[in-house]
């Protein structure tokens, strides 16, 4: 079992910077692949970020990449985002979620874990 509590989410102006955080509790946890998926308001949930257990593969939304960092301190049982350059189009409940494989394809039917969500709004 792996718990999962997301914060770090608020109101943010378009082109600044927020860095969200995801702390884990339970066994294993640095066995296991982390990603970052997030929802807008009537939209599906969808893929944003993921990282392996050793931190070596790192695989990005098209939509983020170059502005959003995803991170993780096994030490801490942590996983992060750092997103830049935000955009209006980047609001969305933000959900951390664990799984013990990684994926060729990142889908939420593929997580097995998912934390309750930190919520980023950005203003124009």
């Known amino acids: 079992q792996v718990q999962l509590v997301e914060s770090g989410g608020g109101l943010v102006q378009a082109g600044g910077s927020l860095r969200l955080s995801c702390a884990a509790s339970g066994r294993s946890f640095s066995s296991y692949a982390m990603a970052w998926f997030r929802q807008a308001p009537g939209k599906e949930r969808e893929f944003v970020a993921a990282?392996?257990?050793?931190?070596?593969?790192?695989y990005y939304a098209d939509s983020v990449k170059g502005r959003f960092t995803i991170s993780r301190d096994n030490a801490k049982n942590a996983v992060y985002l750092q997103m830049n350059s935000l955009k209006p189009e980047d609001t969305a409940r933000y959900y951390c979620?664990?799984?013990?494989?990684?994926?060729?394809?990142?889908?939420?039917?593929?997580?097995?874990?998912w934390g309750k969500g930190t919520l980023v709004t950005v203003s124009s």
């Open positions: 990282k392996n257990w050793s931190g070596a593969s790192t």
């Open positions: 979620a664990a799984d013990p494989y990684w994926h060729d394809h990142w889908s939420v039917d593929a997580m097995e874990y």
